[in-house]
């Protein structure tokens, strides 16, 4: 499944003309086989046996071509470092306060907003952006282990 998957991506990066680097194939390998929603910083730390000269800014560019051309979404939450994801579908995100975790879920009947927000204020609507705050089920249990 996730093999297609890059296949599918490594067409696009093709066809956007794109020059495939080995770099540039692993990190589109690891995000699309992460579900952790990662910073550039832990892309870097999980590919830099792979690669010994890769930095971090090597990372960060790597990143930038592939969301120049849609393949990658750059995710900002307040002041803590971007995160990336390869997943393009649209989903929501849920995040916890207290390890910083992103998980994904899906709710498709909130598209009836846009439509609502149209309908009430004359607007073209492009898209919404919500996100869902709380506390993990890991923190949790570290919470009531605390106590
Ligand atoms: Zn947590
Ligand atoms: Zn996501």
């Known amino acids: ?26 990190v589109l390998d690891y995000l699309l086989n992460s579900m952790i929603h990662p910073t550039a910083d832990d892309i870097y730390k999980a590919l830099e046996g792979k690669f010994p000269n890769m930095s971090v800014a090597t990372v960060y560019n790597n990143l930038r071509v592939l969301r120049e051309i849609g393949l990658v979404r750059e ?13 393009l579908t649209e989903h929501y995100h849920i995040i916890c306060q207290s390890c910083g975790k992103i998980v994904d879920f899906h709710y498709p009947s909130l598209d009836e907003v846009e439509s609502l927000a149209e ?3 004359g607007f073209e609507v492009s898209h919404h952006r919500m996100e869902v705050y709380g506390t993990c089920e890991e923190c949790q249990q570290h919470e009531t282990q605390k106590h």
């Not at 499944?1 to 692993?26: C, N, W």
């Not at 995710?75 to 997943?87: A, I, P, Q, W």
Request: positive net charge; charged residues 30%; glycine residues 4%.
């Open 1 to 26: 499944m996730s093999e297609k998957r890059l296949q599918k991506a490594i067409d696009t990066l093709k066809e956007s003309g794109v020059r495939i680097t080995p770099q540039r194939h692993a």
């Open 75 to 87: 995710l900002t939450y307040g002041d803590s470092s971007s995160r990336f994801e390869c997943n």
């Open 119 to 121: 309908k009430v204020t």
